[in-house]
T-cell receptor, first 113, second 114 residues
Framework: DTAVSQTPKYLVTQMGNDKSIKCEQNLGHDTMYWYKQDSKKFLKIMFSYNNKELIINETVPNRFSPKSPDKAHLNLHINSLELGDSAVYFC????????????FGEGSRLTVL | GENVEQHPSTLSVQEGDSAVIKCTYSDSASNYFPWYKQELGKGPQLIIDIRSNVGEKKDQRIAVTLNKTAKHFSLHITETQPEDSAVYFCAATAREGGADGLTFGKGTHLIIQP
């Protein structure tokens, strides 16, 4: 069983469209995250949720909206996609806020044309 | 906020030789320093971590050292093997594990030459 799973793995879309990436973890963790990895491999945190509540919201355009329906799921919705949004988006989870190892999903590669 | 610098960005070593990757951090309150390995097409995976009350930690061919005074920490891989080829990230946080999120270095692409 995959611990942290994201869908879709690849996403190609046009500028201006709206898209979502879904993430689920079956580890029973309390905290989930979204990270963005750009073309130079730089990993930067976007959001962190603990028990469905937002605890970190880094400087991210408000076109990005995370939603956590329950503590096992953290989805990322992106409105009005721009060329600069092209990246690999990683979902991750940890046992608790302040709790050690991050478990990453395999990433969702978003390409905006 | 925390700033983590990582060097080199690319490292090529002969199979069997040692590899060393170095990181510095800016926030003296940081107390947790993990290292992640990212293989092609995969998400990063924790390989070793060290906390601020420890100067060195070893796990088989991998070791990490921490110098709190100088605010730097290093990853050492001995007897490198082809499967060690990957991108390695150091990270730091003042709250272990990520309530505040880990701040990652920019990564080192390690290439093991046969």
């Amino acid at each position: 069983d995959t611990a942290v799973s994201q869908t879709p793995k690849y996403l190609v879309t046009q500028m201006g469209n709206d898209k979502s990436i879904k993430c689920e973890q079956n580890l029973g963790h309390d905290t989930m995250y979204w990270y963005k990895q750009d073309s130079k491999k730089f990993l930067k945190i976007m959001f962190s949720y603990n028990n469905k509540e937002l605890i970190i919201n880094e400087t991210v355009p408000n076109r990005f909206s995370p939603k956590s329906p329950d503590k096992a799921h953290l989805n990322l919705h992106i409105n009005s996609l721009e060329l600069g949004d092209s990246a690999v988006y990683f979902c991750a989870s940890s046992q608790r806020a302040g709790g050690g190892e991050l478990f990453f999903g395999e990433g969702s590669r978003l390409t905006v044309l | 906020g925390e700033n983590v610098e990582q060097h080199p960005s690319t490292l090529s070593v002969q199979e069997g030789d040692s590899a060393v990757i170095k990181c510095t951090y800016s926030d003296s309150a940081s107390n947790y320093f993990p290292w992640y390995k990212q293989e092609l097409g995969k998400g990063p995976q924790l390989i070793i971590d060290i906390r601020s009350n420890v100067g060195e930690k070893k796990d088989q061919r991998i070791a990490v050292t921490l110098n709190k005074t100088a605010k730097h920490f290093s990853l050492h891989i001995t007897e490198t093997q082809p499967e060690d080829s990957a991108v390695y990230f150091c990270a730091a946080t003042a709250r272990e594990g990520g309530a505040d999120g880990l701040t990652f270095g920019k990564g080192t692409h390690l290439i093991i030459q046969p």
